[in-house]
């Protein structure tokens, strides 16, 4: 069996992630360059000492993860959402159920919230976080935030939402109280149902054809009728009707 392979297999009993569903070049390229920054010379070798080693584990799953992210992120995309999407949701329902998947350190998620408040009180606002890395849940948990991440934050959220601490940034606590986070595995764990709005953006984009095709049945499952899913900006769906979904805008699909 070649040692990726056995690696996967591995893995996936020890965690529950299945690497297999991931997209093979791009995840060995970046697990390769791990290990062999650590010392080790194959995939065997590396998990006998991930198998021992919790901070190696957890440096494992923070590579694994790809967590990049910012405030903002295609900053155009969020003006849509904050102009033509929030009004319509909230003309349905006042107290939306909003979930951001894959939330990495938790940016998307606190962005959600400064967007929705433009439009009602945060106190009115619950939005579900998650992510398979718990490194970097509580990392979201934290909220301080390096510079480069708040490059596409308008400046009066900047003052409003931000507290400059040295080189860093703190989320306000108010925005913080809006956003629970917990662990979880798309490929894996069960979804919670009638979501107004999901978001889960510069993801797909790692998974294989197969496991896009059921994460997007299980978001679709997931959402209200009228429902929104809101995806990246590299990651439109071309067949949005193979899951109940209808373009809204572009990256923006409506449950049917």
């Not at 308008?154 to 108010?174: G, L, T, W």
């Not at 986070?181 to 490929?187: A, V, Y």
């Not at 809204?248 to 049917?256: A, N």
Request: aromatic share 12%; hydrophobic share 35%; with cysteine.
């Amino acid at each position: 069996m070649p040692d990726y392979i056995k690696f996967v297999d591995s893995v996936k009993r020890k965690t529950g992630i299945d690497l297999a569903a991931y997209k093979e070049a791009q995840m060995k390229r970046r697990l390769t360059s791990l290990y062999e920054k650590k010392g080790y010379k194959n995939f065997v070798d590396f998990f006998q000492a991930l198998d021992k080693d919790r901070n190696l584990l957890n440096e494992f799953l923070d590579r694994m993860t790809i967590n990049v992210s910012e405030f903002y992120r295609n900053a155009k995309r969020w003006d849509v959402l904050e102009q033509k999407i929030f009004p319509k949701l909230l003309a349905e329902n006042k107290r939306l159920k909003i979930w951001s998947a894959a939330c990495s350190t938790g940016e998307e998620p606190y962005t959600t919230a400064m967007v929705l408040s433009h439009h009602q009180p945060l106190s009115q606002i619950s939005i579900l976080a998650t992510d398979l890395d718990e490194n970097a849940i509580q990392r979201a948990k934290v909220g301080i935030y390096p510079e480069r991440s708040l490059a596409e934050v308008p400046a009066h959220v900047k003052s409003k939402y931000f507290e400059k601490q040295a080189a860093f940034y703190k989320v306000d606590d108010a925005i913080k109280r809006t956003v629970t986070f917990k662990k979880h595995n798309l490929l894996k764990d069960t979804y919670e149902k009638n979501f107004d709005l999901i978001i889960c953006r510069n993801v797909m984009i790692y998974f294989t054809e197969e496991a896009k095709d059921q994460i997007y049945k299980n978001f679709s499952n997931s959402l209200k009728p009228g429902g929104i899913l809101f995806v990246g900006s590299t990651e439109q769906i071309f067949n949005p009707g193979n899951y109940g979904l209808e373009t809204e805008d572009t990256f923006f699909y409506r449950k049917k």
